[in-house]
């Protein structure tokens, strides 16, 4: 019932377009832990950042000099009809640029205002892109799909929290097939929430109040997507389960030459052919191990069935120990 009224938020926030969801810094550590070296030297934008209120950028500050980090931006959008914490400006975006030399490590940021209104596809926004190597935040969720295109257009490195469901969309899986991003190392329960503005209600226990006050909400539907590399693409699944005898485990699909796999850790070892396997076997892919086929879709263009009904989406996988 939580989990339910936590996921209604933010489908209601991307039909909306109205996507204040703040990271939070627990989060962040969490999941940046496992890339700490790729930083060293690098010029990172947080572009979809509030460099007042962003646990992005507050992580990046803090953890400049040990990070070895060249530069820090963090730009954010406003429309002329922002109100959200405070009405820093209406209509006009701004970005700061933190090079590690300040006096007092406590003073705000320089803050520099924007000709429009800071979106991400702007060009001023892209300019500021261009100068950086690692794409590090939170974007929009109605725009998952907008963002992903611009910050991989212009090939930078990138880790961004989005949805789950963003594995599904067409553009994504592509790039994951494509072996040009994957996923990182905290999913689903393991990012534990995002602050939400003081206007939205919050319904049972998957959702609280910190002790600042703020408001949080915990969807569990949420996922690091990144290009930057994660223990667990240098990881073999142990597979230990077997196909021969055991057949009627494994049902072979209606419309496509292949089996069905319920769960990652059911996955035959002595299987050949394609298998059928949850989206959340993405978490554990590695590439030198399983080759991805395809999403989701038989021979004739329909979703996978089997004894003419649709499990969950599924992705067709085949073990590479048997590529000939």
Known sequence: MARNASNALLHKAKGAKSDEFYTLLDDIER??????????????????????????????????????????????????TYDLFQPYTC???????????EADPSAPPHIVFFKGDG????????????????????????????????????????LIIGNINAITYKDIFK??????????????RGI???????????????????????????????????NLETPSRREFINLSKVYAGNEMYYPKYDNYEGINVNRTQDIPKDYPGVMGVPITF?????????????????????????NGKCPYFRILIRNKVFAS
């Open 31 to 80: 999941e940046l832990v496992h890339y700490e070296s790729d930083f060293n030297g690098k010029t990172v934008y947080c572009n979809c950042d509030d460099p007042y209120i962003s646990n992005f950028y507050k992580y990046f500050h803090d953890n400049f000099k040990r990070l070895g980090l060249k530069r820090l931006i963090a730009s954010c959008y406003r429309p002329s």
């Open 192 to 226: 534990s929430g995002f602050i939400v503005p003081e206007s939205y209600s919050l319904y049972g226990t998957e959702t609280r109040t910190d002790e600042m006050g703020n408001k949080i909400i915990s969807p569990n539907n949420c996922l690091w997507l990144t």
């Open 282 to 306: 993405l978490h554990k892919y590695n590439p030198h191990q399983f080759e991805i086929v395809r999403f989701r879709k038989g021979n004739d263009a329909r979703d996978l069935a089997i």
């Open 91 to 101: 209509g006009k975006g701004y970005y700061t640029v933190f090079d590690g030399y």
């Open 175 to 188: 790039l994951i097939q494509q072996n040009k991003a994957w996923l990182g190392v905290n999913l689903g």
């Open 119 to 158: 979106d991400f596809r702007s060009q001023e926004c892209i300019a500021l892109l261009q100068q950086s190597d690692i794409i590090v935040t939170n974007p929009p969720f109605s725009l998952f799909r907008e963002f992903v295109s611009v910050i991989t257009s212009h090939h930078k490195s990138f």
